[in-house]
């Protein structure tokens, strides 16, 4: 009668061990679910960062552009006056040479002009094609931002759902554990934070399936006689078997 009603005892806290680690493993699987999640959020926040990055890296661009233009065309106009003022000096001078000299220079700064006129009208095209860069960062950004908002507040309501299931899940945790004598609960955490979530392991044909590794052919038989908890001599996990 006494070994009966200890059969049974043990047979309860086995199986409510089991039932702790089958819940474990649930809300292993929803904490699992929320980092992906999380992931997911920094992702498409990151992406977003990029697209901004880009689009400042394109504005100051395009700041560059337009200030060595304006230098450009800035130094086009002193070139004209200079040239201008050459123009008028040409016929005051007295020597055939000095007007050789004034013809030259004029030349040459006809020239430099030419060549800064062709630069700035490169730069203005450049200047069109930017814009439309700019534009389209512009535009990547805020779809961007747009698709993070409406997706995270999605996102944000499936994480809050498996929080509520963990908590609900954690209520039945601690219900099964109740019925859990102290040392072995103690153990079975132990074991649960040294072996990865998995302190117990069921035997299949006389291995255990926590290690893969042979145990004494008599522990089934023992253990189906409910008498004691038996634990792996390899891997030292809670052993048991299938009812
Ligand atoms: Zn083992």
Same mark, same amino acid.
């Given at each position: 009668?006494?070994?009966?009603?200890?059969?049974?005892?043990?047979?309860?806290?086995?199986?409510?061990?089991?039932?702790?680690?089958?819940?474990?493993?649930?809300?292993?699987?929803?904490?699992?679910?929320?980092?992906?999640?999380?992931?997911?959020?920094?992702?498409?926040?990151?992406?977003?960062?990029?697209?901004?990055?880009?689009?400042?890296?394109?504005?100051?661009?395009?700041? +560059?552009?337009?200030?060595?233009?304006?230098?450009?065309?800035?130094?086009?106009?002193?070139?004209?006056?200079?040239?201008?003022?050459?123009?008028?000096?040409?016929?005051? %001078? +007295?020597?055939?040479?000095?007007?050789?000299?004034?013809? #030259?220079?004029?030349?040459? +700064?006809?020239?430099?002009?030419?060549?800064?006129?062709?630069?700035?009208?490169?730069?203005?095209?450049?200047?069109?094609?930017?814009? +439309?860069?700019?534009?389209? #960062?512009?535009?990547?950004? &805020?779809?961007?931002?747009? &698709?993070?908002?409406?997706?995270?507040?999605?996102?944000?309501?499936?994480?809050?759902?498996?929080?509520?299931?963990?908590?609900?899940?954690?209520?039945?945790?601690?219900?099964?554990? &109740?019925? %859990?004598?102290?040392?072995?609960?103690?153990?079975?955490?132990?074991?649960?934070?040294?072996?990865?979530?998995?302190?117990?392991?069921?035997?299949?044909?006389?291995?255990?399936?926590?290690?893969?590794?042979?145990?004494?052919?008599?522990? #089934?038989?023992?253990?189906?006689?409910?008498?004691?908890?038996?634990?792996?001599?390899?891997?030292?996990?809670?052993?048991?078997?299938?009812?």
């Amino acid at each position: 009668m006494e070994i009966n009603t200890n059969a049974a005892n043990v047979r309860t806290q086995l199986e409510n061990l089991v039932r702790l680690q089958d819940l474990d493993m649930e809300m292993l699987q929803r904490r699992n679910q929320i980092k992906t999640l999380e992931a997911d959020i920094q992702q498409a926040e990151n992406g977003v960062a990029e697209q901004r990055q880009a689009l400042e890296q394109h504005n100051k661009e395009m700041e +560059k552009l337009l200030k060595d233009r304006r230098e450009a065309e800035r130094t086009v106009k002193e070139r004209q006056e200079q040239v201008s003022k050459l123009q008028g000096q040409k016929f005051d %001078v +007295k020597t055939n040479e000095a007007y050789n000299t004034i013809e #030259s220079e004029i030349k040459t +700064k006809k020239q430099e002009i030419g060549m800064l006129e062709e630069r700035v009208l490169e730069m203005m095209m450049s200047e069109d094609e930017l814009k +439309k860069i700019v534009a389209g #960062s512009q535009v990547a950004v &805020k779809i961007g931002e747009g &698709k993070i908002q409406s997706d995270q507040a999605k996102i944000r309501e499936n994480m809050a759902g498996f929080e509520v299931e963990i908590q609900k899940l954690q209520a039945e945790w601690q219900e099964a554990a &109740k019925v %859990v004598q102290a040392e072995y609960l103690d153990r079975y955490i132990r074991l649960r934070e040294a072996k990865g979530g998995m302190a117990i392991a069921r035997i299949e044909n006389d291995v255990c399936m926590g290690c893969r590794l042979s145990i004494r052919p008599q522990a #089934s038989i023992e253990l189906r006689k409910y008498r004691t908890l038996l634990f792996c001599d390899n891997c030292a996990r809670i052993l048991y078997v299938e009812a």
